[in-house]
Structure formats: C-alpha cells, structure tokens
C-alpha cells in the first residue's frame, strides 16, 4: 500500500470521526432547543385570541356605555378581522420558541451556539472526505446526504445572521440533521473510493452542488410551509371561539403568525427556484457531453422536470388571488415531496443511469 493510498484512509477515518462527532454536539443541541421551549412554555404566553378579541370587546363596551346614557350618536362600528386573501389573519408574531423567559432565551442560545460548532465539525468531516479522494464531495448518496443537512443548516444559520425570526425552526432542523446523518451513515454508507470516469467532469461541481443546494432551501421552505398550515388551523380554532389544545397553547401560540409563515415560505421557494431551473439545463448540458444526449427521460431526468413543474405550478398559484394560503400550502408540501423521492426514491427504488454513483 503506497503512501497516497493509505493517507486517503486517514483522512477517509477522520472524516467519519467528525461526522460521528457533529452528531454527538447536534444531539446536545436537540436537548437544547427541548429546554427552549418547555422553559418558555411555563411562561404566560400571549394568546393570539386576545389579538383577535380585543379591539371587538373594547367596541363592545363602548356600545354599552353609550346606550346607558342614552346617546344617540352614531358609534363607530368595531373592527372584524377576518381572512385576508392569503388565507392568514392580521394577527401579531408570537413570542418564539423562548416564550419571552430569560431561561428559556438562555437555553435557546445555547442552541444556537450548539448547532454553530456542530454545523462546523460536520463541515470540517465533508471537507476531509473530499480531500481523501481529491474531488467533490457528493459523488454517491451517502456524500450527497452529509452535504445536503451541513448545507440546510448553513441557510438556517445565514438567516439567523440576517437577523430573521427562524429560531422557531431549530428544533425541527437538528431534528431532522440527526435523521439524515443517522441514515446517511447506517443505510447509504459508502467507503471512499474514486468515482467511475462519467463523473469526471467539471460538471459534477456546477450540476449537483446546485441541486444541494436548492434542496436545502427547499427544505426549509417546506418547513415554514408545514408550521404555517398548523398556526393558521390555530388561528381558525381561536377566531371559531374553540379553545385550543395545550399542544397549541405551548406551542404554536409562540410561532410567527400564519401571514408571516405564508410569507416566509414563499419568498425562500421564489428566491430558489431560478436556481433549480439552472439545476437542471446544468445536467441536461452534462447528459450530453457524458452520453451523447441532452435528455433521454431517465428516471433522475424525469422526476427533476416534475419537480420544477410542481414549483412552478405552486409559484403561479400563490401569485394567484384565488389559490393563497392554505391551497398553495398544499402545493408547496406536494412539490417539496417530489423533490425528496427524486432524492431517495430514485436512487435507491428505481434504475436508471443516475444509479451508477451507488448508494
């Protein structure tokens, strides 16, 4: 064994180290964020209902007292907020997953800070991976895998720098890294080997570091898709005068309100989209330099193009007075779906030409 040879493994063994690693201090993160919000749950929440009651209960007693003293004055009518035409209510932001307490602020930047230095060891395992084979680090779905959740977890950490209200989203994140990671290093892993000589090309940088990408700000698009169809069910409980449950009162009542989750998802997805787009004309070039053809309805092809056309159905809805709020909600879920089987489902259930990378 040459000395290049067994470097490689070295850096090979250590990035799994660092991967196993971040998994660890993401655990300690997920702890984290549980103690963010059971401490800011036992705080006195604001309710949402006060926001949808008040200014009618005030109208309410004006009514009254203007009628005790006989006035005969017109008096202004109180004020009925209802849906707008985003399927959302102008109700304020709750207080975040900290409920307003210092304790639970505290342990809520000390999830932060967790997800910061796991997000670099497991950074710092994708790079030493690729410096183990010299290339990218995304050449089968066990690479793929491990880049995509650093790369979800840099957008999360960007918009929190950007001083955006997405704490909320910590613990479904970290959640959701550890799943990845543990699949990617259970069930997808593959040891680290040079990839076959089709993936030789500049494109394997353009093509699929793109498609990280965009799948990771799907993702979080999906995210605030999902909390957005929950908060509005919320809102429509309290503005039907039903008492919601303590689930909700502990948590949803803490999340930014429907408008603005309805909002915030679809700005990320808009901003993306362009992106996948040049996703897949970046593949269709590298299909034809690699195989002689631009497009030859593979499996990998195909369900890329239903993806687009799901975001592109979902983009032209929203925009569309008649299909805001929980519909679009519906579409963007369907879409972001479409994104993870073209993700898992084809490569590991179907056999096409994209299938040679291994598992």
């Given at each position: 064994m040459n000395l290049a040879a067994?470097?490689?493994e070295n850096l090979a063994h250590t990035s799994n180290v660092l991967i196993y690693s971040s998994m660890a201090v993401y655990t300690l993160?997920?702890?984290?964020?549980i103690a963010e919000w059971v401490f800011g749950s036992r705080s006195k929440v604001g309710r949402t209902a006060a926001a949808l009651t008040t200014e009618a209960a005030a109208a309410t007693v004006k009514v009254e007292v203007a009628q005790k003293a006989g006035a005969t004055a017109v008096l202004d009518r109180p004020k009925i907020i209802t849906r707008t035409a985003a399927g959302s209510r102008d109700v304020p932001d709750g207080p975040g997953a900290a409920g307003g307490t210092f304790k639970g602020d505290l342990y809520g930047r000390i999830a932060v800070s967790m997800t910061v230095l796991a997000f670099l060891v497991q950074a710092g395992g994708?790079?030493?991976r690729a410096l183990s084979v010299k290339r990218a680090p995304w050449g089968n779905m066990y690479e793929f895998s491990i880049t995509f959740s650093v790369v979800a977890v840099a957008a999360y950490l960007i918009l929190l720098v950007l001083k955006k209200n997405?704490?909320?989203m910590g613990l479904l994140l970290v959640t959701t890294v550890l799943l990845d990671l543990g699949i990617a290093t259970t069930v997808?892993?593959?040891s680290s080997d040079q990839l076959v000589p089709a993936l030789h090309s500049y494109w394997l940088w353009i093509h699929v570091s793109t498609a990280i990408i965009c799948g990771a700000v799907f993702y979080i698009g999906g995210v605030g898709t999902l909390m957005y169809l929950f908060r509005d069910s919320y809102e429509n409980k309290i503005a039907?005068?039903?008492e919601p449950g303590t689930f909700a009162q502990s948590v949803l009542?803490?999340?930014p309100a429907a408008s603005t989750l309805d909002k915030f998802s679809y700005r990320i997805n808009a901003a993306v989209f362009p992106l996948w787009t040049f996703t897949i004309i970046a593949g269709a070039i590298w299909a034809g330099d690699a195989w002689g053809r631009y497009w030859g309805w593979d499996p990998k092809e195909v369900w890329s193009f239903i993806t687009w056309v799901a975001y592109a159905c979902y983009l032209h809805a929203r925009a569309t007075a008649g299909w805001k709020g929980r519909k679009a909600a519906y579409l963007a879920l369907i879409a972001?779906?479409?994104?993870?089987?073209n993700y898992y489902g084809v490569n590991i259930f179907v056999t096409g030409k994209h299938s040679y990378a291994g598992v």
């Open positions: 067994a470097t490689n993160a997920f702890f984290a964020h994708v790079l030493a997405v704490r909320w997808l892993y593959t039907n005068g039903v009542s803490r999340l972001f779906g479409c994104w993870l089987f």
